[in-house]
């Protein structure tokens, strides 16, 4: 059972994600909050599994929140829900390491999808999200490259891209095995602990080029 928890400033909005959550059978709803000290205060004293988040709440803000629930609570998932999706408020919620960014404008089913894909590890970014990283891509490869392999760069690249470990390994014939042991040396070498914050990085850095 997945431990949800809901974190937005507007009751109906509450009250609707938790209707079409309560349908799911492996999802649970166990607490509602109404901004992000809310967030931070239940995180502290709840069990749960992933804060579905707002971002823009009154006085503590679900990026503040945001900062200290993954310093204090590493393990709760953080799937953004919000309808900011301005280029500077993306690179900096990523920064802080959610899993997920998601705009509200997603179906119930794909909502549903990401949570389960988070609570597995999977990082989650909705088409408009990756679509405006992407684009910043447009700048020649840079001779420096963190000292990352061909083959890093180019495992690298499909994760920029939102590919799935099974997804790259089917792409480069190579095992899903094969893909996590690049995927644990591109986190050292470019100093991030998950494939967001190295997605992000590659973003910043330039370190690969898309066609």
């Known amino acids: 059972m997945i431990r949800i928890v809901i974190a937005d400033d507007h009751p109906l909005l509450r009250e609707g994600l938790r209707r079409i959550l309560e349908f799911e059978d492996g999802i649970k709803v166990v607490a509602e ?55 500077d408020k993306i690179l900096e ?3 802080i390491g959610v899993a997920g960014y998601l705009l509200k404008d997603v179906d119930s089913k794909t909502l549903i999808q990401s949570i389960y894909k988070v609570f597995n590890g999977e990082p989650i970014l909705s088409p408009t999200v990756t679509g405006k990283l992407m684009g910043q891509l447009t700048q020649p490869l840079v001779r420096n490259t963190c000292g990352l392999s061909e083959r890093e760069l ?23 095995k094969t893909v996590k042991n690049h995927l644990s040396s591109i986190y050292r070498k470019l100093e991030v602990e998950d494939r967001t914050q190295a997605a992000l990085k590659a973003v910043k850095l330039k370190l690969i080029q898309l066609d």
Do not use: C, W
């Open 154 to 176: 180019e495992i690298l690249h499909y994760v920029v891209r939102g590919a799935s470990n099974r997804e790259i390994g089917t792409a480069l014939f190579i095992s899903e």
């Open 33 to 87: 909050v109404g901004d992000g000290q809310g967030a931070i205060n239940i995180a502290r004293s709840l069990e749960f599994d992933i804060l579905l988040m707002d971002l823009n709440m009154p006085g503590v803000n679900g990026l503040e929140a945001g900062r200290v629930i993954r310093r204090e609570k590493p393990n709760i998932g953080i799937l953004v829900l919000t309808v900011d999706d301005s280029d």
């Open 93 to 95: 919620v990523l920064q």
